[in-house]
């Protein structure tokens, strides 16, 4: 067994046993490696799901050696050797073309919108998330601010400033991918705080595809299936 590589992306030594039992710490740090991963681009969403859930039911060190052992090594300090993950994000826009962040983008820590009279749309479907929380600093006039979440995505307008403006939230009931399933784990927590004057904010989950609406069928799952 002196061939397998640890969850710390060392080689187990013939007086190591991958059959260890795996710790909490153990387990946070392989999924701190797969999101790091995820957020250069060497994992897929779909397949950031899977490992992370992987990873959260190890019991033994062969089995998280194993999630990570294709990813690039990390440091004694357990951070992988990389460039880091944007942790602000700004976009300012002025009475010109919509805003949107769809399809594999990188989530970060934390947006600032500054947009005036602007279409924005933040599509979580198929979004790398990289952090358990999104911070968004609104500064939002006009037009509609969307949110398009996806199972496990938690949005929170508590701390939004609504000026002549209302917040919706539009659930498909046939939709059972609900991301407000109470059953559904929070994957990532968006707080939205600042001010949205005029417009709407939506936050609604994926519409179905014209097949799926006459066949009666759910959005589909995150695998396409």
């Not at 990873?55 to 194993?66: F, H, I, K, M, P």
């Not at 594999?104 to 979580?124: I, K």
């Amino acid at each position: 067994m002196s061939g397998e590589i640890s969850p710390t992306g060392k080689r187990f030594g013939s007086g190591s046993s991958p059959e260890l039992r795996a710790s909490h710490t153990d387990r946070d740090r392989v999924v701190d490696v797969l999101r790091i991963a995820a957020g250069d681009g060497l994992l897929a969403a779909d397949e950031l799901d899977e490992r992370l859930e992987a990873a959260l039911a190890a019991r033994t060190l062969s089995e998280l050696a194993v999630l990570t052992a294709d990813l690039p090594p990390v440091s004694a300090t357990g951070a992988v050797t990389r460039a880091e993950v944007k942790d602000v994000v700004r976009i300012e826009q002025i009475h010109s073309g919509a805003v949107e962040r769809a399809g594999r983008w990188v989530v970060p820590r934390r947006l600032e919108l500054e947009v005036t009279f602007c279409e924005v749309t933040l599509d979580f479907t198929d979004a790398v998330i990289t952090h358990d929380n999104l911070r968004i600093d609104v500064a939002v006039t006009g037009k509609t601010l969307t949110l398009i979440t996806r199972p496990g995505v938690v949005v929170d307008t508590d701390g939004l400033q609504l000026v002549h403006s209302k917040v919706k939230h539009c659930q498909n009931p046939m939709n059972t991918t609900n991301p407000m399933n109470p059953d559904t784990p929070t994957t990532l927590r968006v707080e939205l705080v600042g001010q949205k004057t005029y417009g709407r904010v939506v936050v609604r989950s994926p519409r179905r595809t014209f097949g799926q609406w006459l066949l009666r069928k759910p959005a589909p799952l995150l695998d396409g299936s």
